[in-house]
């Protein structure tokens, strides 16, 4: 596969989906720029597991989260042209460009929580985080499901060193980090809305031990698959 196809990036991502998103993110960051004048000296950054605000930071944050997008955007064009495996990503179809559009979406959308916090849009208690999380837990079980189908690379998927030296172990250790992908999503989800019933401590911890063990059993499955303790 070659970027002259479809005019794209390794033929991942199609010229006008490329242009559309770009716009997108350009005009993202006009429109921060535009509502920065409006905004006050400190304005929210963090909110705690219950939705209360517990971060502050310069105004001209808000504008620096716009144009995160965007950036995002050129390092997700680079990437699979560097990679050494970037023909691995065509077997995932059009994987790659449906989580470059969801992903770019998403992080337009999370750049305006400050503003929309300020303005009143979003005031009921544990609203942010139950937003937030219930967007970053559907992509993480978009990208669950999508999993097995990503061929061997090492920018996306569960990249052990077992599984980039053998095609089946990667095939396997993909299906099972698919499934623990969805688990995370979920459980992130959920979080969301538990938030407003436990401390912030808590809920930090909590999420903490749910990514951590997942990253730790697709690990451990791509090991023992590799000394055949997995048949």
């Avoid at 409006?38 to 504008?63: C, D, F, K, R, Y």
């Avoid at 077997?91 to 929580?113: H, P």
């Avoid at 299906?175 to 969301?192: D, N, P």
Wanted: net charge positive.
């Amino acid at each position: 596969m070659n970027s002259a196809n479809n005019g794209s990036t390794h033929g991942l991502i199609s010229r006008n989906c490329l242009i559309a998103l770009a716009a997108l993110s350009v005009a993202n960051v006009i429109a921060h720029l535009i509502a920065l004048p409006s905004l006050p000296a400190q304005i929210p950054t963090h909110w705690g597991a219950g939705g209360e605000v517990n971060g502050w930071g310069p105004s001209w944050t808000a504008t620096a989260l716009g144009a995160l997008p965007l950036g995002m955007l050129v390092l997700f064009c680079v990437i699979p042209l560097i990679d050494p495996k970037g023909n691995g990503y065509a077997r995932a179809g059009k994987f790659y460009q449906r989580f470059v559009v969801v992903f770019t979406l998403l992080m337009i959308a999370v750049s305006w929580l400050p503003e929309l916090t300020i303005w009143g849009v979003i005031a009921a208690k544990g609203s942010t985080n139950v937003i937030v999380s219930v967007l970053i837990g559907a992509l993480l079980v978009g990208i669950g499901n999508y999993m097995p189908r990503i061929g061997q690379n090492y920018t996306m998927g569960v990249k052990t060193p077992w599984a980039l030296n053998d095609p089946e172990n990667w095939r396997r250790t993909q299906r099972f980090g698919g499934k623990c992908f969805v688990l995370m999503g979920i459980a992130v989800a959920a979080f969301g809305f538990a938030g407003p019933y436990i401390s912030d401590g808590v809920a930090a911890a909590a999420i903490s031990v749910v990514c951590l063990g997942g990253c730790i059993a697709m690990y451990a499955y791509s090991y023992l698959l590799f000394i055949g303790k997995i048949r």
